[in-house]
């Protein structure tokens, strides 16, 4: 089975602090995103990498940055968090086109 | 541009009954279409994909969704509902197969499913 592990289901951080969401996929795939949940938006997608080292945006970019130094391993990272940014984050990587998600980390910002 | 719409926020219907969620997209090429779905505290997992051929397609679970261009649709429907299959279910476009490039899926909003016994 594949498996895409993210790091922390549930984080609380502060205003301004410097956040890191970790995924993890088993199965040597090409292509990892990672996506925003909001209720009544659906997904939404901020970044996406399609090898290592290789990044590009998505639809909502702004106040994010990723980094992709293995083929295993996509982070997502918050320079500056700021309650907006509270919501729940998804991470999947791909397969023939199936997108194999993790569980999801749930931030709040205070 | 791609986009998809979810006709309703929230669906409840009796154990047994037919399920039907709604999928509208717009696409300016021939379009991919998805259904995933969310069970609660799980990431998404994927119900069924249409890409080309047949318009008709049978995923997970008994569901099926029907590709209609000309209403520019992708309903999800089964035939009888079970306490099971109460979770969230998204609908999702794309305007590429994956073996040409980097595949991007645009969602739509969710659609809650509940049933009632």
């Known amino acids: 089975d594949v498996k895409v592990t993210q790091s922390s289901r549930y984080l609380v951080k502060r205003t301004g602090e410097k956040v890191f969401l970790e995924c993890v996929q088993d199965?040597?795939?090409?292509?990892m995103f990672w996506y925003r949940q909001d209720p009544g938006l659906g997904l939404r997608l901020i970044y996406f990498?399609?090898?290592?080292?290789?990044?590009e945006k998505g639809d909502i970019p702004e106040g994010y940055s990723v980094s992709r130094e293995k083929k295993e391993r996509f982070s997502l990272i918050l320079e500056s968090a700021s309650t907006n940014q509270t919501s729940m984050y998804l991470c999947?990587?791909?397969?023939?086109?199936?997108?194999?998600f993790g569980e999801g980390s749930r931030l709040t910002v205070l | 541009a791609q986009s998809v719409t979810q006709l309703g926020s929230h669906v409840s219907v009796s154990e047994g009954a037919l399920v039907l969620l709604r999928c509208n997209y717009s696409?300016?090429?021939?379009?991919?279409l998805f259904w995933y779905v969310q069970y609660p505290n799980q990431g998404l997992q994927l119900l069924l994909k249409?890409?080309?051929?047949?318009?008709l397609v049978k995923g997970i679970n008994g569901f099926e969704a029907e590709f209609k261009k000309s209403e520019t649709s992708f309903h999800l429907t089964k035939p009888s509902a079970h306490m099971s299959d109460a979770a969230e279910y998204f609908c999702?476009?794309?305007?590429?197969?994956?073996?040409?490039?980097?595949?991007?899926?645009?969602f739509g909003q969710g659609t809650r499913l509940t049933i009632n016994p």
């Open positions: 999947a990587s791909t397969l023939r086109g199936e997108l194999f």
């Open positions: 199965m040597d795939h090409e292509n």
């Open positions: 990498s399609y090898d290592v080292k290789m990044k």
């Open positions: 696409s300016s090429v021939p379009p991919y």
């Open positions: 249409y890409t080309t051929g047949a318009t």
């Open positions: 999702a476009v794309s305007d590429r197969e994956w073996y040409q490039g980097a595949q991007k899926l645009v």
